[in-house]
């Protein structure tokens, strides 16, 4: 069994900058692909960012204001929000597989989810 742990979230002005992270516990021996998702109230959840072997992807709307790092030693995966927008406001949720994802947008290929952190931007 796997634990993953969001944590970091927070209130914050437009403009401002949060740092999310997901801690991963449990029986593990490699988790190859981390993601961020979010979700707004009345809306789907969607990808912000993905990680896997060394290659990183990004929704357009983050691209130039979010970055996904990973630390492999802890089993970590971290969010560094910069610019925030009103319209980034959302519970982010980390999610993580063993496999190697190439299309990081498909929900279903992830086997672990956080239990989401709050982000919310004020304007």
């Known amino acids: 069994q796997v634990q993953l742990v969001d944590s970091g979230g927070g209130l914050v002005q437009a403009g401002g900058s949060l740092r999310l992270s997901c801690t991963a516990s449990?029986?593990?021996?490699?988790?190859?692909?981390m993601a961020w998702y979010r979700q707004a109230p009345g809306k789907q959840r969607e990808l912000v960012a993905g990680?896997?072997?060394?290659?990183?992807s990004y929704a357009d709307f983050v691209k130039g204001r979010f970055t996904i790092s990973r630390d492999n030693v802890k089993i970590a995966v971290y969010l560094q929000m910069t610019s925030l927008k009103p319209e980034d406001t959302a519970v982010y949720y980390c999610?993580?597989?063993?496999?190697?994802?190439?299309?990081?947008?498909?929900?279903?290929?992830?086997?672990?989810w956080g239990q989401g952190t709050q982000v919310t931007v004020s304007s």
């Open positions: 990680i896997s072997d060394g290659y990183t």
């Open positions: 449990g029986n593990i021996f490699r988790l190859n692909t």
């Open positions: 999610a993580a597989t063993s496999r190697s994802v190439a299309d990081f947008q498909n929900v279903r290929a992830y086997d672990y």
